[in-house]
């Protein structure tokens, strides 16, 4: 079956611009993570979706950062004027819920280029 | 979730086993050990997980001591394709959250 899927698969954008980076999940999982990887670095948590819900955004690293998911499918992560720093590997994770003992499910990753 | 310290890189022979250890000596009575890997320019992949006892299925072992300090995920027969950073993962068990603490993990490179 189809896995988690990401779009764009690259960006490369200017500072100051906005991004929106779209996530697919598993059809069924109703928990949804952002993640992102800055270059040699490990994985960042950002934000958890349960459904439609974001019960917790403390990975978000500024109110430049924001994130919806609609209809319990997909979901966007915006990055308004975006920032050298912000160039990293943004990855989606899926699970069937939200229980810590579910497997992650994760995309291709977007890298996201600030110039 | 608990701290976890690995090794930040190991080497393995083509079709030999790869041991990958951790240490996890603060882990708690329901925190499960997991270990994912991501393979370059791709998201992490889900290995396997435990709790106690040791746990195999079709892509690796998993050996968790008796104290539950530390553990061992192994690859019976390493190929080129098992090269990846590996992540060893401690997290509560029934919580209602589950997004992944991920630390610097092990890059295995598997040689020729």
């Known amino acids: 079956g189809a896995g988690v899927s990401q779009s764009p698969s690259n960006k490369v954008t200017e500072k100051g611009k906005d991004v929106e980076l779209r996530c697919d999940p598993i059809s069924g999982h109703t928990a949804l993570y952002w993640y992102r990887q800055s270059l040699g670095q490990g994985l960042e948590f950002l934000i958890y979706f349960q459904g439609n819900s974001a019960p917790d955004k403390s990975g978000l690293p500024s109110d430049r950062f924001s994130a919806e998911r609609t209809g319990g499918s997909v979901s966007t992560l915006t990055i308004q004027r975006t920032q050298q720093e912000d160039s990293a590997v943004y990855l989606c994770?899926?699970?069937?819920?939200?229980?810590?003992?579910?497997?992650?499910?994760f995309g291709p990753g977007t890298r996201l280029t600030v110039l | 979730d608990a701290k976890t310290t690995q090794p930040t890189s190991m080497d393995c022979a083509e079709g030999r086993a790869a041991n990958l250890p951790c240490n996890h000596s603060?882990?708690?009575?329901?925190?499960?050990v997991y270990w994912y890997r991501q393979i370059h320019s791709q998201g992490p992949q889900y290995i396997i997980h435990g709790l106690k006892n040791n746990e195999t299925n079709e892509m690796a072992s998993l050996i968790i001591t008796e104290d539950r300090k530390s553990s061992t995920l192994i690859l019976p027969h390493a190929t080129l394709r098992d090269t990846a950073v590996y992540y060893c993962i401690v997290r509560s068990y029934g919580g209602s959250q589950g997004n992944l603490i991920f630390g610097k993990g092990t890059k295995l490179s598997v040689k020729p």
């Open positions: 994770a899926s699970s069937t819920s939200g229980s810590s003992y579910n497997e992650q499910f």
């Open positions: 603060t882990i708690s009575g329901n925190e499960y």
